[in-house]
T-cell receptor, first 114, second 118 residues
Framework: AQSVSQHNHHVILSEAASLELGCNYS??????LFWYVQYPGQHLQLLLK??????LVKGIKGFEAEFIKSKFSFNLRKPSVQWSDTAEYFC????????????FGQGTELSVKP | DAGVIQSPRHEVTEMGQEVTLRCKPI?????LFWYRQTMMRGLELLIY????????DSGMPEDRFSAKMPNASFSTLKIQPSEPRDSAVYFC????????????????FGQGTRLTVV
């Protein structure tokens, strides 16, 4: 079965530190990849998405992610985090031949200290 | 569009009672998803519909859970009887029609229903 793994459960950083959150998926075919963010007490919102083309995808609020097909990875990065980035981050995969099935990783909680 | 609308936002019920969660997807979206979020399991896909038809309900934990989508603008998730371990935040999400290569857009989430079973 397809799955999504996020290796970091909880990351604590100071403001201005660089961020990289890992995401790996298990499926050998066509996939669409997403990162969502969930601020405390709120619903999930899209940060960025990859469907095809340039494997380096830029999203909102200075986030970016790189799709590396050979590693089945889609890591999220931000050069300099802010306190307002404190949230939970979810990687998700939509498997091309699964008729729209969207699978999420366990999530990574990011705490940014001011 | 007002986005995906879920009701109620909070539900507290006693063990053994029936609970019904409601979702109104974004108009024109063909797919509707129900997810459950807990600390232990993260975000689990329970069931999803395409054009009102259930496509995959393999994530529904037990027969106590059932979901329906009687029309394109309404879906329910029912738990009967409810148990304390059902306490979680339940999210509904919708997305437009998926193209041949799946290159359409992302899913849009509702605000969630926080269910507490005591």
């Amino acid at each position: 079965a397809q799955s999504v793994s996020q290796h970091n459960h909880h990351v604590i950083l100071s403001e201005a530190a660089s961020l990289e959150l890992g995401c790996n998926y298990s499926y050998g075919g066509t996939v669409n990849l997403f990162w969502y963010v969930q601020y405390p007490g709120q619903h999930l919102q899209l940060l960025l998405k990859y469907f095809s083309g340039d494997p380096l995808v830029k999203g909102i609020k200075g986030f970016e992610a790189e799709f590396i097909k050979s590693k089945f990875s889609f890591n999220l990065r931000k050069p300099s985090v802010q306190w307002s980035d404190t949230a939970e981050y979810f990687c998700a995969v939509n498997v091309g031949n699964q008729g729209g099935k969207l699978i999420f990783g366990q999530g990574t909680e990011l705490s940014v200290k001011p | 569009d007002a986005g995906v609308i879920q009701s109620p936002r909070h539900e507290v019920t006693e063990m053994g009672q029936e609970v019904t969660l409601r979702c109104k997807p974004i108009s024109g979206h063909d797919y509707l998803f129900w997810y459950r979020q807990t600390m232990m399991r993260g975000l689990e896909l329970l069931i999803y519909f395409n054009n009102n038809v259930p496509i995959d309900d393999s994530g529904m934990p037990e027969d106590r859970f059932s979901a329906k989508m009687p029309n394109a603008s309404f879906s329910t998730l029912k738990i009967q009887p409810s148990e304390p371990r059902d306490s979680a935040v339940y999210f509904c999400a919708s997305r437009p029609h998926q193209g041949y290569t799946g290159t359409d857009t992302e899913a849009f989430f509702g605000q969630g229903t926080r269910l507490t079973v005591v």
